[in-house]
């Protein structure tokens, strides 16, 4: 018996192993590195997961629009975080993604919803904070989180829908996102002074779509 014991041992070792490397290997590709580094804008980066997701269920192509470290703008220099507003007078405390009216907002990460609050032309925004800190999904259609069970105070796993994107009396649609330091339970305007618990997503979100494009290969 005790042979048996001492022969099974290392097999069930090697299995153990075995299957730790394959649960890793598959992260690896659903978590790819590198991912594109985007230039500082004089806020603190949003740490968050590691490994999230898109937060959109749409059709429509993910991107993120930001300017790298060599100075080239992507996606639309007017959708990035620190964008200039109103003759510079402010600046955009958040990264607009493209998607259509009534789309499926989902958790980039999971958290606790935290607040809901009114948003920009009749549309409103759901907070929800994680493990580091707050993302207001904005933009979004005022109640909808309760279709999804997204009520304040609840906890939503990452990639769980909870809310729909707005349709805007202008006729735009997209998904207004911005990230917030723990404690946050309000947007912050970007003026002359940048809020202190503001914190820029765009690293984040080019994780995020870098997962989704990793997971579809």
């Given at each position: 018996m005790a042979k048996r014991?001492?022969?099974?041992?290392?097999?069930?070792a090697f299995a153990a192993t075995a299957l730790f490397l394959r649960s890793t290997s598959r992260r690896a590709r659903v978590c790819p590195q590198p991912y594109p580094?985007?230039?500082?804008?004089?806020?603190?980066?949003?740490?968050?997961?590691?490994?999230?997701?898109?937060?959109?269920?749409?059709?429509?192509?993910?991107t993120v629009s930001y300017r790298d470290k060599e100075?080239?703008?992507?996606?639309?220099?007017?959708?990035?975080?620190?964008?200039?507003?109103?003759?510079?007078?402010?600046?955009?405390?958040g990264?607009?993604?493209?998607?259509?009216?009534?789309?499926?907002?989902?958790?980039?990460e999971s958290g606790r919803v935290?607040?809901?609050q009114s948003f920009l032309a009749g549309s409103h925004a759901i907070l929800v904070e994680g493990l580091s800190g707050v993302i207001l999904y904005g933009e979004v259609t005022r109640g909808s989180w309760k279709e999804f069970g997204a009520n304040k105070g609840t906890h939503v796993a990452k990639g769980q829908p909870i809310a729909r994107v707005a349709q805007l009396p202008s006729g735009s649609h997209m998904l207004h996102?911005?990230?917030?330091?723990?404690?946050?339970?309000?947007?912050e305007r970007w003026r002359k002074v940048t809020p202190s618990n503001l914190r820029d997503l765009s690293s984040f979100l080019l994780r995020a779509k870098?997962?989704?494009?990793?997971?579809?290969?």
């Open positions: 014991v001492k022969w099974l041992l290392p097999v069930a580094k985007p230039r500082k804008v004089g806020v603190p980066e949003y740490t968050g997961d590691p490994c999230p997701v898109w937060p959109l269920d749409t059709p429509r192509k993910e100075g080239e703008y992507h996606g639309n220099m007017s959708r990035r975080m620190a964008a200039c507003r109103d003759g510079c007078s402010r600046h955009h405390a990264v607009d993604l493209y998607a259509n009216a009534g789309d499926p907002v989902l958790a980039a935290v607040n809901t996102i911005e990230g917030y330091s723990k404690g946050t339970r309000k947007n870098a997962r989704s494009a990793s997971a579809v290969a």
